[in-house]
């Protein structure tokens, strides 16, 4: 299982340091508005937190681990468009462009399913490898193309 211990450990490599800058980055500004922005920051910061739980696991050779990471990120990914359809641009960090090229968007959610899916199906066929940057980084890399298109600055 996960623990503490391993969770250090992997906190060395570069691919988990990813996820956490990925997962820290706005903590602390989950200023709910009229939206469902906190849903959908709820839904980002606990991929955040499979992300770290998927690192720990690969580094700890808990291939179950991992696979629940994977398939949990997977079906968080999978609750983005919906999360985000009926929001719009306020006091947070959502760009605009989310709603003017929403499919494109669906496509970046839909990239990091892929992503997990893939790392999930790895995992269940002992094929993932005891490397946490280069099983993180491959789905980190998704959440990153998102959000360089569709996250704003900080506010
Ligand atoms: C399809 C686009 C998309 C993908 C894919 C995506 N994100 Fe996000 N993420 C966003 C947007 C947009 C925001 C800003 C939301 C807001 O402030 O309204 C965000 C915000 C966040 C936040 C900040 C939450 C907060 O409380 O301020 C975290 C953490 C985060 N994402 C983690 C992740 C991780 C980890 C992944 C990959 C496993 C990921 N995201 C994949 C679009 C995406």
Redesign the pocket.
């Given at each position: 299982m996960f623990t503490v211990r391993k969770f250090s450990k992997v906190g060395l490599f570069a691919g988990a340091a990813l996820?956490l800058a990925?997962?820290?980055?706005?903590?602390g500004?989950?200023n709910v508005s009229a939206d469902d922005?906190g849903d959908?920051?709820?839904a980002?910061?606990s991929?955040?937190g499979?992300?770290k739980a998927l690192g720990g696991a690969v580094a700890g050779g808990d291939a179950s681990a991992a696979q629940a990471a994977a398939a949990k990120?997977s079906a968080?990914?999978a609750e983005?468009?919906a999360l985000?359809k009926d929001?719009k641009p306020?006091a947070?960090?959502?760009?605009a462009e989310?709603w003017t090229n929403f499919a494109d968007?669906?496509a970046?959610?839909n990239?990091?399913k892929a992503a997990?899916d893939s790392v999930a199906a790895d995992a269940g066929a002992g094929k993932l490898g005891s490397d946490p940057k280069a099983v993180v980084g491959k789905?980190?890399a998704?959440?990153g193309?998102?959000?360089k298109?569709?996250?704003?600055p900080k506010?």
């Open positions: 996820a990925v997962a820290f980055g706005t903590v500004s989950n922005h959908r920051n709820a980002m910061k991929m955040g499979a992300m990120i968080t990914a983005i468009p985000f929001g306020g947070n960090r959502s760009k989310i968007f669906t970046k959610a990239a990091l997990a789905i980190g998704t959440c193309a998102c959000h298109a569709y996250r704003g506010v």
